[in-house]
Structures are given as structure tokens and as C-alpha cells.
């Protein structure tokens, strides 16, 4: 049975790392975070008092940072030039720097060219924001993945309160809705469905409901036979 190639995009808080890595567990596939890959750099902007807006030095800070996902005890861990920093990218300031350099064109061209070298042997789940729009078009099965405003600001505030991190409710719904005007107003790369790609609304499923729901998906691309008797 062929491996696919499996896209799945949508905005912050729609449950796409979660869903992503429950899939891939699921047909036994690697998972991609690609949204980490921003991250990493983000976290070595600000370590290095790299300027958000200075768009060349970024640009050229990530063509000379090695970003490695790597597989550990069943889950993805990300090193930075060899540091494990899976804990360190995970933070709300972290998380906004990296959607304000993630519009970066040179930024995008080298981190998307790691991302396409990662999945073009199939057997892949890649989530972000522009897998299947920009980085694999044409992706075996694309799934648009998302969820109410207020549903997604919880799901954030849930995990910065299970990490300690003291952000109230109401800043992190502000910060969900900055997220998406800069992530769907962006110039390059923006946040969209692409034509073809199944749109999931996760406001009322559960993250393995909806995980089952695209490995059942992807089941009938690998065996459209067998799907069409069923």
C-alpha cells in the first residue's frame, strides 16, 4: 500500500498538532510539525536580539540554523543547532514572535524547502498553514482543519495553564484573533483552504474523533475500491 503524502492546515487552537500526531500514530507515518521549524528560529531571533522586522538578517540567520524534528520515545522533539529546545519554543512569546517572521519571503523560502525535503517520500502528516496551498499542492489528502474562535482561545489557554505559563483567558482570545488577521492578511503564503481540501470543523469533536475521521479518509484514497462497497 502506497504511502500518502497527508496535509493538514488550519489556524492556531484548531487542534492541528494534536490531530496531526494521532493521525500519523494511527497508519504509522511520520508526523511534521512545521509550525516548530518558525518556532526554533523565532526562540534564536530572540536569544540573539534579533530584530522582528530585520527581514534579511532573519532571512539569513535561517539559511545558517539546522532545524532537526526528531523522533524520541514516539514523540517529535525539535533541536536547534543541536540543542533540544521541544519545551522552549512552546511559549506565548515565542509562539507570537514566530508568526511575525513566518511572513517573511526569505524566511519561508528556506524553511519550506526543509519542509518539502522532509515529506516528498509519502508517508507523511505535515500540519501548519500553507501544506496544502504552498508546500505540497499536490498533497494525496488535504485536510482544512478548524473550529470557533472561542473554542480555540480555550484550547490555547488549556495549555499555557498545564505549562504554568500565567495568561489569562481573555488575552489569549485577543491574541488567537491577532493570530489569524496576521496569518490570513499575510502577503505571502497566506492562511487558506486550498480548493481541494476537506474541511473539518472540530468545534464539538474530540482530537481522536477527528483523527479517525482523516485516517478513514485516507483510506479510501489508498483503497478507493474498497471504499466504494462500503
Same mark, same amino acid.
Given at each position: 500500500?502506497?504511502?500518502?503524502? $497527508? +496535509?493538514?492546515?488550519?489556524? &492556531?487552537?484548531?487542534?492541528?498538532?494534536?490531530?496531526? !500526531? %494521532?493521525?500519523?500514530? *494511527?497508519?504509522?507515518?511520520?508526523?511534521?510539525?512545521?509550525?516548530?521549524?518558525?518556532?526554533?528560529?523565532?526562540?534564536?531571533?530572540?536569544?540573539?536580539?534579533?530584530?522582528?522586522?530585520?527581514?534579511?538578517?532573519?532571512?539569513?540567520?535561517?539559511?545558517?540554523?539546522?532545524?532537526?524534528?526528531?523522533?524520541?520515545?514516539?514523540?517529535?522533539?525539535?533541536?536547534?543547532?543541536?540543542?533540544?529546545?521541544?519545551?522552549?519554543?512552546?511559549?506565548?512569546?515565542?509562539?507570537?514572535?514566530?508568526?511575525? $517572521? +513566518?511572513?517573511?519571503?526569505? &524566511?519561508?523560502?528556506?524553511?519550506?524547502?526543509?519542509? !518539502? %525535503?522532509?515529506?516528498? *517520500?509519502?508517508?507523511?502528516?505535515?500540519?501548519?498553514?500553507?501544506?496544502?496551498?504552498?508546500?505540497?499542492?499536490?498533497?494525496?489528502?488535504?485536510?482544512?482543519?478548524?473550529?470557533?474562535?472561542?473554542?480555540?482561545?480555550?484550547?490555547?489557554?488549556?495549555?499555557?495553564?498545564?505549562?504554568?505559563?500565567?495568561?489569562?483567558?481573555?488575552?489569549?482570545?485577543?491574541?488567537?484573533?491577532?493570530?489569524?488577521?496576521?496569518?490570513?492578511?499575510?502577503?505571502?503564503?497566506?492562511?487558506?483552504?486550498?480548493?481541494? +481540501?476537506?474541511?473539518?470543523?472540530?468545534?464539538?469533536?474530540?482530537?481522536?474523533?477527528?483523527? %479517525?475521521?482523516?485516517?478513514?479518509?485516507?483510506?479510501?484514497?489508498?483503497?478507493?475500491?474498497?471504499?466504494?462497497?462500503?
Amino acid at each position: 500500500m502506497r504511502k500518502l503524502i $497527508i +496535509a493538514i492546515d488550519g489556524p &492556531v487552537g484548531s487542534g492541528k498538532t494534536t490531530v496531526a !500526531r %494521532r493521525v500519523a500514530e *494511527l497508519l504509522d507515518y511520520i508526523y511534521v510539525d512545521t509550525g516548530a521549524m518558525y518556532r526554533a528560529l523565532a526562540l534564536k531571533a530572540r536569544r540573539t536580539n534579533v530584530p522582528l522586522y530585520a527581514e534579511d538578517r532573519l532571512a539569513q540567520m535561517a539559511g545558517e540554523t539546522r532545524i532537526d524534528l526528531r523522533i524520541q520515545a514516539g514523540t517529535q522533539n525539535i533541536h536547534l543547532d543541536g540543542e533540544d529546545v521541544t519545551t522552549a519554543i512552546r511559549t506565548p512569546e515565542v509562539s507570537q514572535a514566530a508568526s511575525m $517572521i +513566518a511572513v517573511i519571503p526569505g &524566511v519561508r523560502r528556506v524553511l519550506i524547502a526543509e519542509q !518539502r %525535503r522532509a515529506g516528498q *517520500l509519502g508517508g507523511v502528516v505535515m500540519e501548519g498553514r500553507d501544506i496544502g496551498t504552498i508546500v505540497f499542492p499536490d498533497a494525496d489528502l488535504k485536510i482544512y482543519l478548524t473550529a470557533s474562535v472561542e473554542v480555540r482561545a480555550q484550547r490555547r489557554w488549556r495549555e499555557h495553564q498545564q505549562k504554568g505559563d500565567k495568561v489569562d483567558l481573555p488575552r489569549t482570545t485577543e491574541e488567537v484573533r491577532e493570530r489569524d488577521s496576521r496569518d490570513v492578511e499575510r502577503e505571502h503564503s497566506p492562511l487558506r483552504r486550498a480548493p481541494d +481540501a476537506v474541511l473539518v470543523d472540530s468545534t464539538a469533536m474530540e482530537a481522536d474523533e477527528v483523527a %479517525r475521521l482523516i485516517v478513514q479518509l485516507a483510506n479510501r484514497v489508498t483503497n478507493p475500491q474498497s471504499s466504494a462497497h462500503t
